[in-house]
């Protein structure tokens, strides 16, 4: 018999169509069976049933972080980490320590590192992480992952040195004709095809990653891709063998030989939304562009710290049209990673064409990030039903860049307010580990807008807290086509639920941050209790 559970004496957070506040709440096994006042509760469930008392606390949607990289996560908690140095010696001492419990010749990696935070304000050199050691390569990634530095050993097993030219869609680094170390975009990509994981150290990276998503309410994740058909392999292994808690949302996306890895899925006819509803194949994803804090996002106008930089461009539209028509025409989901104004003006005007050569009616095409728009490409969104994927929690932890980098242009920069007023679904992320991944840090910056020093910014596109739910909640199932399967507490969705230690709603938009995760319940069974 399928066990019964009544949720009561709490708010209940529904996130349906008109936010209601309901009283109590049934489960049945793994479905919720009523919403409604504690009498028809009780009724419901019959005697016998297991009796959960919030007293007090809230009870809302298993939250869905809708672009987060699992196996980086994961990858992070089995590399030296970098985000907490304050100088370049510091870094050079960790992966000094990393080097020492890591075999000679297998690489060493670090992860986090952020130039704005040392005192030095530049990246370290490969000469410098020589002196961390000659017996390993070395590779560390930004904080954006969109960049590495590397040591000597590295830059040779890349086949790398003072004579090599930059990729197209990438830069390698050189000062006075001399590398630094330092690759980004394509540059870096083609450096981690030799420095690819192997698939068994991603499957305990993914186990690591899914054990701390679980433990912040979230549910149910998006992965935005990295590590191609190993990681792939290694996701549908975790879910089968309940390594993997939370629902997977497959995005097609891997830094290395992207495209060809579309293809693959392409000529197997494997399409989005393939699968259950623990394992599902997403989009089809391309990185257009760079980062927001690097800064590398491809831009209209030059950025304000860089007169004469607009940023990389990692495909031409040419190529980005390409793909987006034989995906759209396949019957795929399309998304990219587009920040900058003139990389989303890419996109859009790719499914465009697109949707003009095979019309869709419900596709669902995605653009991740949507940095920079201005009102015509706002309005374009709008009109084509794009589902926009931002992620609020950056200001923190970047905003103080972005003033120097982007100057005004910060105040319109992840526009949630925007989307909310247009009406364009906008699914709430992280980009973890690029930031936080706890959902209720990003509601506490969709609403606050404050950085690390306590600037706020970009006020005028703050949102409400119920907004801000939603993000997290109803609009990612919706950007995976699932929204009448999960994001809401309804009748006859998956009991996916997070019990809070306060009512968001009720909560000083201030202290929205300091709300605990106190239990999640994923198919109606506890999966983390605080």
Request: hydrophobic share 35%.
């Amino acid at each position: 018999m399928e066990k019964m559970r009544i949720y009561f004496n709490g708010p209940i957070l529904t996130v349906d169509q008109h936010d209601n506040v309901a009283e109590a709440v049934v489960t049945r096994g793994k479905h919720i069976v009523y919403v409604g006042p504690l009498e028809g509760a009780k009724e419901c469930a019959g005697p016998g049933a297991e009796e959960m008392d919030l007293k007090g606390r809230a009870l809302a949607p298993g939250f869905i972080d809708s672009h987060i990289h699992l196996g980086q996560i994961g990858m992070g908690r089995m590399s030296a980490d970098c985000r907490k140095a304050t100088c370049i010696r510091d870094v050079v001492e960790l992966i000094r320590a990393e080097a020492a419990k890591t075999p000679k010749g297998e690489w060493v990696r670090g992860w986090g590192l952020n130039e704005a935070k040392l005192a030095e304000k530049r990246l370290p050199t490969c000469h410098e992480l020589d002196e961390a050691t000659r017996e390993h390569p070395v590779m560390i990634t930004r904080a954006c992952y969109h960049v590495s530095v590397n040591n000597s050993m590295a830059l040779r097993q890349g086949g790398i040195d003072d004579h090599t030219p930059s990729p197209e869609g990438g830069l390698i680094e050189k000062a006075d004709g001399h590398v630094t170390g330092v690759l980004k975009e394509s540059a870096h990509n083609q450096l981690l095809k030799i420095a690819m994981p192997s698939e068994e150290m991603l499957e305990e990276a993914l186990s690591q990653a899914s054990e701390e998503l679980v433990k912040q309410g979230i549910t149910s994740v998006h992965v935005a891709g990295c590590y191609g058909y190993p990681q792939m392999r290694a996701m549908q292994r975790g879910v089968r063998n309940g390594k993997i808690k939370n629902r997977i949302y497959a995005i097609l996306f891997t830094f290395i030989d992207c495209e060809q890895f579309i293809e693959d899925y392409m000529k197997c006819g494997i399409v989005t939304g393939f699968g259950d509803e623990r394992f599902r194949i997403g989009p089809a994803k391309l990185m257009i562009d760079g980062s927001t804090s690097a800064p590398t996002a491809a831009m209209f106008e030059p950025y304000e710290s860089r007169p004469g930089d607009t940023g990389i461009l990692c495909y031409t539209p040419e190529q980005v049209e390409a793909m987006m028509i034989k995906a759209n025409r396949a019957g795929y989901q399309c998304t990219v990673h587009a920040v900058g104004d003139r990389a989303v003006d890419v996109m859009v005007t790719a499914i465009e064409k697109a949707l003009a050569d095979t019309p869709r009616e419900d596709h669902r095409h995605r653009i991740e990030h949507c940095g920079f728009i201005n009102e015509e490409l706002a309005e374009r969104i709008r009109k084509l039903g794009i589902v926009v994927v931002p992620q609020p929690g950056f200001f923190y932890e970047f905003g103080d860049g972005y003033v120097v980098n982007y100057g005004k242009r910060i105040d319109s920069m992840f526009p949630c307010r925007t989307w909310f007023d247009k009406g364009v679904v906008a699914a709430g992320s992280s980009d973890c580990p690029v930031t936080y991944s706890d959902p209720l840090f990003g509601i506490y910056e969709a609403v606050n807008r404050v950085t690390i020093s306590g600037q706020r910014v970009s006020q005028s596109q703050r949102i409400s807290v119920k907004e801000a739910l939603r993000m997290y909640t109803y609009n990612g199932a919706y950007a995976s086509f699932e929204e009448k399967l999960k994001g809401s507490i309804e009748v006859g969705k998956l009991a996916d639920l997070v019990i809070l230690s306060r009512d968001p709603y009720e909560t000083p938009d201030e202290e929205l941050k300091d709300i605990r995760v106190e239990r999640t319940v994923l198919d109606g069974e506890d999966v983390y209790i605080a």
